[in-house]
Each structure stands twice: as structure tokens, then as C-alpha cells.
């Protein structure tokens, strides 16, 4: 029987709600949360990325402003941008978009941001917040994962998590969340032996990896969850084939665009899995979702109320 898919769609769709209700009763109460978004340079993928998070700002009711330094802006301009965002009141989110060009320090940058305005949670006190389990700011994409997890009732004390890859943006936080859960939690990388052996032990098999399909059904226990936190691009004709042969939908689409979208999961995997979130439409709206809701939180934080 084919997998349960989570879909990520309508679960972004109601926290986004939910997001503009706080927000028009914090508003109400003369406190608007306000979210600065940096865009260093001219990364197509990353003004892709910001225009969604400056449009989604703008329907839960958010203030929002983008800041765009040239590609050429030094560690010191940067850091002098932050400051001032730092200082600002009104301003309760700051982003900085990554990746930063070759030549800034992006851990200088992202240790100069206000860890009380961190609401991509990357400041190494939101981290250690997290990994002692005190309120703080918790990284996007993670805390989408636990709300697609929460949202469609998969038990997560007691059950076997692995997470395959170990960035600091993903699979580190996400790892931490499901321990903070009472998972049994496993982190896979690229040393790891026997990793197919390792994938079949869990319940949930987080992929956070950042390659194309490399998690196949032999990788996976009947009837476990998988969550795909990748997000690929295939271009080529005998890629994509490898893949979804025989998926005439997605063939016209690829046809019609010369690209489609992938996850870390092969799509076979659909057919061992007990509940799958598909690529497009599973993780990564709701990680926008998720932006909105930790500069709502920020704000709250910020005034002494309680997230
Ligand atoms: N670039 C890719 N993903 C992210 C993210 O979650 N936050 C930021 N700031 N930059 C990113």
C-alpha cells in the first residue's frame, strides 16, 4: 500500500493562519513584530528564497523590510548593518540570508546578530538554548519537521529516529528536537558504515543530506515515516529518468520546464513508507510558515510575554 502523505501545503497554510491571528492581536495591543531580511548580492536561489519570505511577511501582516548590500559589501559594513538592526525597537527578526559571498566572515556575521532577534535560531546561544531545553529561538526548517511530525499525530517518544546528515542548519537541530521529544536519536553522515542497515532501524528517517535521491527503499522499514528536507533540481534527461520513468504528469512538466524538483528520497520509497512528505509541498513551506512564527515570537520574547 502506498505511503500516507503529509502534506506540508496544508499544515504551512494553518500555521500561517494561526500566525495572522497573533499578529493582529498583537498589533491590536500597539506591538506590530517587525522582520528584517538581508540579501547580500545577487544568489538566484536566495532572492527566490527572500521574495517568499518578504511576500509571506506581508499576508500574515508582519512588518518586514529587505535590506540588499551589493555582492562587493565588506564583513565590517555588514556587521555595522546588524548593529543597527540590533539596536533598532521595531525591528524583532533578522535574517540574514545564506549563503553570504566568499570573502565575509558568515560566522562573524551571524554571532553579531542579537540572539534575541535570531530568528533563524543559527546564534550559537539560541543553539545551546535548545540543547538544554530553554525557551529560545529554533531554526526554521527543524522546527517544521517537529510540526509536520506533531501535526499529523506520528508518535515520537520512545520511537527510533534517524536523521541522515548533520549540518548545523538541519540535522543537528532537528536531532536535538526529536531527543528533546524522547526519541531514540541516530545521526548518519557521510563517515557512517552501513548506512542502509542504520535507515531500517527507524521509525522516522529524517533525509537531510542534499543529494537527489540517495535514500532508496532499502534504506527504509516498512511502514516508517520519512521526512525529505531536500529540495534538488534535476536538469537532465537520464536523471530524471533514473527517477520517475514511467510519472507521465511530472514528464509533461519536466518537458515543458527542462527541470523538476527532488527530495533526498527516491520515489520508491513511497511504496515502503507508512507516511512520506512529498517534494515539492512538504517541508519547505512550512519553513517560511515557520520564519513567520519565530519573529512572532521573538517579539513576544523580546517584551517579557510568554511564546
Ligand atoms: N539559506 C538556505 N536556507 C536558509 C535558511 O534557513 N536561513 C537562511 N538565513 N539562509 C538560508
Same mark, same amino acid.
Given at each position: 500500500?502506498?505511503?500516507?502523505?503529509?502534506?506540508?501545503?496544508?499544515?504551512?497554510? $494553518?500555521?500561517?493562519?494561526e500566525v495572522s491571528a497573533r499578529v493582529k492581536s498583537l498589533t491590536a495591543a500597539g506591538i506590530r513584530p517587525g522582520l528584517a531580511v538581508v540579501l547580500v548580492g545577487h544568489n538566484p536561489a536566495s532572492e527566490v528564497y527572500v521574495r517568499g519570505k518578504v511576500k509571506s511577511s506581508h499576508e500574515v501582516g508582519l512588518y518586514s523590510e529587505q535590506h540588499t548590500p551589493a555582492e562587493t559589501a565588506t564583513t565590517d559594513e555588514l556587521l555595522a548593518l546588524i548593529s543597527d538592526l540590533n539596536r533598532r525597537d521595531e525591528i524583532d527578526g533578522i535574517l540574514v540570508q545564506l549563503p553570504l559571498p566568499s570573502h565575509v566572515d558568515a560566522k562573524k556575521i551571524l554571532l553579531a546578530v542579537d540572539p534575541a532577534k535570531d530568528v533563524d535560531g543559527f546564534h550559537p546561544m539560541n543553539v545551546g538554548y535548545l540543547s538544554t531545553q530553554r525557551p529560545g529561538l529554533v531554526p526554521c526548517t527543524p522546527a517544521g519537521v517537529m510540526?509536520?511530525?506533531?501535526?499529523?499525530?506520528?508518535?515520537?517518544?520512545?520511537?527510533?529516529?534517524?536523521?541522515?546528515g548533520r549540518?548545523?542548519?538541519?540535522?543537528?537541530?532537528?536531532?536535538?528536537?526529536l531527543l528533546n521529544e524522547n526519541a531514540t536519536v541516530t545521526v548518519c553522515h557521510s563517515k557512517t558504515r552501513d548506512l542502509p542497515e542504520v535507515g531500517r532501524r527507524a521509525d522516522i528517517l529524517i533525509a537531510a543530506i542534499g543529494r537527489a535521491g540517495m535514500i532508496t527503499?532499502?534504506?527504509? *522499514?516498512?511502514?516508517?515515516?520519512?521526512?525529505?528536507?531536500?529540495?534538488?533540481?534535476?536538469?537532465?534527461?537520464? %536523471?530524471?529518468?533514473?527517477?520517475?520513468?514511467? $510519472? *507521465?504528469?511530472?514528464? %509533461?512538466?519536466?518537458?515543458?520546464?527542462?527541470?523538476?524538483?527532488?527530495?533526498?528520497?527516491?520515489?520508491?520509497?513511497? %511504496?515502503?513508507?507508512?507516511?512520506?512528505?512529498?517534494?515539492?509541498g512538504g517541508i519547505g513551506p512550512r519553513t517560511i510558515a515557520m520564519l513567520m512564527s519565530n519573529t512572532v515570537k521573538a517579539a513576544m520574547l523580546r517584551r517579557g510575554l510568554s511564546a
Open positions: 500500500m502506498p505511503a500516507r502523505i503529509l502534506d506540508g501545503t496544508k499544515i504551512a497554510a $494553518d500555521i500561517r493562519a510540526e509536520i511530525l506533531r501535526r499529523s499525530s506520528i508518535r515520537i517518544a520512545g520511537q527510533e529516529a534517524v536523521v541522515v549540518s548545523d542548519i538541519v540535522g543537528k537541530p532537528v536531532a536535538m528536537l527503499a532499502d534504506y527504509v *522499514k516498512p511502514g516508517a515515516t520519512v521526512v525529505d528536507v531536500g529540495i534538488n533540481k534535476i536538469t537532465d534527461r537520464k %536523471e530524471f529518468d533514473r527517477f520517475f520513468v514511467g $510519472d *507521465k504528469k511530472r514528464e %509533461e512538466a519536466f518537458l515543458a520546464k527542462g527541470a523538476t524538483l527532488i527530495g533526498d528520497v527516491h520515489p520508491e520509497v513511497t %511504496e515502503v513508507a507508512g507516511a512520506i512528505t512529498p517534494v515539492p
